[in-house]
């Protein structure tokens, strides 16, 4: 089973609706007991860091999310479901967030671009990553669908499995062990978005063996 985490700030119905296409067992729940039950889950986020830290908080899910991870349950993170795994943000200073991973999100320093990078573009997959994890059968450079103003930071840069560019080199996705995640949205990025969904179920099944 695998568990879409609702908190209050992920565009869950597109989510659960990508999974279920691929014929997986899915649900969309906020309680502990099945997140703890889960054999993957998925974690969303949608807005600003901060709100996002605070409603997880209040939701009472962060005990059993970081249970989950010591326990080796894979995790995939999607947009600020990725940004929450790190340290903190500049975009809300003085917020924790989840400190799964080392490193902080920095703003997208793109002076001649607009912000939020908004759209489609391609992904950098790092060699180490073309035929593993999340990118397994897909070509090196894959359009995907973004929509963001920040982006993460990793202390160890080995984590990041792929990259684009936007007026500077942007953290797309990042794999660490049982924890992947990407900036953008796999939901929203067609055949190839689906493909990446289907690897992270895949890479599920196998890990449960």
């Not at 565009?11 to 296409?21: H, P, R, T, Y």
């Not at 007991?33 to 901060?50: H, K, N, R």
């Not at 795994?85 to 703003?107: Q, T």
Request: proline share 4%; with cysteine; charged share 20%.
């Amino acid at each position: 089973m695998i568990t879409i985490i609702n908190y209050g700030a992920g565009n869950l119905f597109s989510v659960e609706k990508a999974f279920a296409a691929l014929g997986a067992e899915v649900r969309v729940s906020s309680r502990s007991e099945d997140i703890l039950s889960s054999d993957q889950v998925v974690l969303p986020g949608v807005g600003a860091f901060g709100d996002c830290m605070k409603q997880l908080k209040a939701s009472g899910l962060i005990p059993a999310i970081k249970e989950n991870v010591e326990r080796e349950v894979p995790l995939l993170g999607i947009c600020v479901g990725l940004q929450i795994l790190f340290e903190g943000s500049d975009e809300s200073s003085g917020v924790e967030g989840l400190n799964l991973l080392r490193g902080h999100v920095h703003k997208i320093s793109a002076p001649h671009e607009k912000i939020p990078h908004m759209g489609w573009n391609a992904l950098d997959i790092s060699e180490h990553h073309r035929e593993t994890g999340l990118f397994h059968g897909l070509s090196p450079y894959p359009y995907v669908y973004f929509v963001h103003s920040y982006h993460a930071m990793p202390d160890d840069v080995s984590i990041i499995s792929s990259t684009c560019f936007y007026g500077e080199k942007i953290t797309a996705s990042i794999s660490a062990g049982n924890i992947m995640a990407t900036q953008f949205h796999p939901e929203k990025s067609g055949d190839i978005g689906l493909r990446i969904i289907h690897n992270f179920i895949r890479y599920g099944l196998e890990v449960s063996v």
